[in-house]
């Protein structure tokens, strides 16, 4: 079994500055997906950064960038000049490469103040 | 519409009664997931459609948990006998994944059903 663990429940960061949320997972797979959702009040859960665990080049998304750590097991997620539109609740996720399920972490609740 | 629309937007139930959530994927996704995301928590696999067929039911709680696909479109999640710890908001996701296929494309959430059982 799968486990994403985020141990961060909360941040914060000031606008235009960079902030990077930390995820953990434990698995014994070894070709698998991790993503990073983000979930405004809406409650729609946005795709923000996917990594494809066979690539070792970090995914990059214009403002969004990851630290994929294999060896680790830690994928962790750097916003760079946050917007205030980035306040949200941010998930980590993982799935096998032939796997049907998403398995979330406990989320991260982040506050970008003006 | 674009996206994956969800009906009800929120629920409200006494104890016991029967619920049924509507989720109207994106037209031409063949996979449709349900989540289920209780308080502060993230979301929880519960069953993932591939066309009309349930290909993974694994992660249904119980049996008063169950969904329904029956023209490879529309999907209904229906709970039998609500329960307080049914409480939750209930995600829709789809994608065009093919049948027989290792992931690679991403899933498309919907808003999501609040259910409240009192």
């Known amino acids: 079994a799968q486990t994403v663990t985020q141990s961060q429940p909360e941040m914060s960061v000031q606008e235009a500055e960079t902030v990077t949320l930390s995820c953990t997972y434990d698995t014994s797979e070894n070709n698998y997906y991790l993503f990073w959702y983000k979930q405004p009040p809406s409650r729609q859960m946005i795709l923000v950064i996917r990594?494809?665990?066979?690539?070792?080049q970090n995914a990059t998304e214009n403002r969004f960038s990851v630290n994929f750590q294999k060896a680790a097991k830690s994928f962790s997620l750097k916003i760079s000049d946050s917007q205030l539109g980035d306040t949200a609740m941010y998930f980590c996720a993982f799935m096998t490469a032939s796997g049907s399920r998403l398995t979330f972490g406990e989320g991260t609740q982040l506050t970008v103040n003006p | 519409g674009a996206g994956v629309s969800q009906t009800p937007s929120n629920k409200v139930t006494e104890k016991g009664k029967y619920v049924e959530l509507r989720c109207d994927p994106i037209s031409g996704h063949t996979a449709l997931y349900w989540y289920r995301q209780s308080l502060g928590q993230g979301p929880e696999f519960l069953i993932y459609?591939?066309?009309?067929?349930?290909?993974?039911d694994s992660g249904l709680p119980n049996d008063r948990f169950f969904a329904v696909r029956p023209e490879g479109s529309v999907s209904t999640l229906k709970i039998q006998r609500t329960e307080r710890g049914d409480s939750a908001v209930y995600l829709c996701a789809s994608s065009s994944r093919p049948r027989g296929s290792s992931y690679n494309s991403p899933l498309h959430f919907g808003n999501g059903t609040r259910l409240t059982v009192t």
């Open positions: 990594q494809e665990a066979y690539k070792q």
């Open positions: 459609f591939q066309g009309t067929g349930a290909a993974d």
